[in-house]
């Protein structure tokens, strides 16, 4: 039974950084690594691949060359985990002990809760963003889209960068346009969510695009079911259950519902009553178990999650849990900072960045609201690199610093 310092379970965005950062400090030896994937996908990348701006092939690096080399990385999933004795268990029957244990597994996605959605990817026109497995199909529903409904879905469920459901939306628009089709499409979303987009700044700036671009939004409305034979989708409305509407498809986009994965969900020694891991909002630390931290998407920090809200929990996590190693106590505090780069098109995007009170928090002295093409480029040529060999190596820890240097000291 081997036995760490630091185990850190999943290697994604949150998990990869921690491992950098504590492989380094610590030396080999003391940290381990445990997630089994092959391959690093760069998730934010999938909105442009679904458009055909960037290809899959371009969000994914194999997972041995983007982990930390002082670091173990242990090739297994984690099926349980044992708070009260510091040790987890991997699918092949190993435990693995640890002093201090960071939880960043991300979510799953769980497309079978849709009836009759795992045929329906067997067919053309159905698409979603969010999997490598589907990703590519975005780009042939747009090709191969003649005319009839494009309909875009936002499930009944917490979701991961809660903008791209209706970014490739835009999107979508944008390509219909360019190949002279768009006054054969109806396009239509449907979210579960009372509002178009939690932070009312931006809200208010999407609803004018809705407007602009002749697009149908149902606010409350749910996909429960796709009918692959008919070429139908099902929506319920969240107020009024025993009304549903039926729509055919031309084209369907679908953000599945997700949670926070079984093996954490089952540990409810671990997560709140909701399943994800039960952290202090601010300091990231555990509630009962002061030598377990988390961050990113599995966590119960209150705020929509994205990879910029884990570069800002990051640099909080790391300094709060140096300090626990060192016998003392957290004193740093996660202020609820994310940004959602609202792509609207093939080179506009609006530049979410809000905190936990959904209150705006900028990067740049100008408004954010507004499409900008500066911004598509940020999030098109930049920010991939600043992932790559910023976020995953423990460098990048959000715009913070750079915030406070562009309004000149007088922001948050
Ligand atoms: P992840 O990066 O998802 O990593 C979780 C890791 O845990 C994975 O490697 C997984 O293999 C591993 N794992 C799972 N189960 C186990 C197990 N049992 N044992 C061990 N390991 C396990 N964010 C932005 O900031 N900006 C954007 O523009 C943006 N756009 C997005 C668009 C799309 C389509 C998607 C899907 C996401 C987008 N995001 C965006 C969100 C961003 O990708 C996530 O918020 C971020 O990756 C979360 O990091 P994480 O470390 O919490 O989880
Ligand atoms: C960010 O920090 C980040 O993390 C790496 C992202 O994930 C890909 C983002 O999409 C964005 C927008 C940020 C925030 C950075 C700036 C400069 C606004």
Redesign the pocket.
């Known amino acids: 039974c081997k036995s760490y310092k630091l185990v850190v379970v999943g290697g994604g ?1 949150g998990g990869c950084a921690t491992a950098a950062k504590f492989s380094s400090k610590l030396g080999k030896g003391n940290v381990a690594v445990i997630e089994p994937a092959d391959v690093h996908y ?1 998730q ?1 990348m999938w909105t442009l691949v679904g458009g055909g701006m960037k290809t899959l092939e371009n969000s994914g690096r194999p997972m041995s060359q983007v982990l930390p080399k002082k670091a173990d990385w242990i090739k297994q999933r984690v099926v349980t985990f044992d708070p009260h004795n510091n040790k987890v268990m991997t699918e092949d029957g190993s435990e693995i002990n640890y002093e201090f244990l960071v939880v960043a597994l991300g979510l799953q996605l769980n497309y079978g809760q849709i009836k009759g959605l795992p045929e329906a990817f067997e067919t053309p026109g159905v698409c979603s963003n969010y999997s490598p497995l589907y990703v590519t199909k975005t780009l042939e529903a747009l090709n191969n889209f003649k005319e009839g409904n494009a309909l875009f879905s936002f499930p009944n469920a917490p979701i991961k960068c809660p903008g791209a459901p209706q970014k490739i939306m835009y999107i979508s628009d944008h390509y219909f346009r360019k190949h002279g089709k768009r006054d054969k499409a109806n396009i239509i979303y449907f979210t579960s969510l009372p509002v178009i987009f939690a932070a009312k700044k931006y809200a208010d700036a999407l609803w004018e695009v809705v407007k602009e671009r002749d697009i149908t939004v149902n606010l409350r409305h749910n996909l429960i079911e796709v009918k692959p034979d008919t070429r139908e989708a099902m929506f319920q409305n969240l107020d009024d259950p025993d009304n549903i509407k039926t729509l055919p498809y031309e084209m369907l986009h679908v953000a599945p519902p997700m949670s926070s994965p079984d093996p954490l969900r089952q540990c409810t020694l671990l997560t709140n009553e909701t399943g994800f891991l039960d952290v202090n909002k601010n300091t990231l630390q555990h509630v009962t178990f002061p030598n377990v931290f988390g961050l990113g998407d599995c966590t119960s920090v209150p705020i929509p999650k ?3 809200a ?3 929990q990051f640099g909080i996590m790391h300094r709060n849990l140096s300090l626990v190693m060192a016998g003392s106590s957290p004193k740093h505090e996660y202020d609820g900072y994310t ?3 609202l792509v609207t098109g093939y080179s506009t995007c609006i ?1 979410a ?1 809000f905190d936990m009170d959904f209150n705006p928090l ?3 002295p100008i408004n954010q609201a507004k499409e900008r093409r500066t ?1 598509f480029h ?2 098109k040529d ?3 690199s ?2 790559w060999y ?2 995953l190596k423990g460098l ?1 820890e ?2 913070k610093n ?1 915030r406070k240097v562009m309004h000149l000291g007088m922001s948050k």
Do not use: N, Q
Request: charged share 10%; with cysteine; proline share 13%.
């Open positions: 965005a760069y934010p994205t990879a910029a884990v570069a800002g940004s959602c780069p530049m960045e900028e990067t740049f911004m940020l999030k930049m920010m991939p600043v992932y910023g976020m990048w959000g715009p750079m």
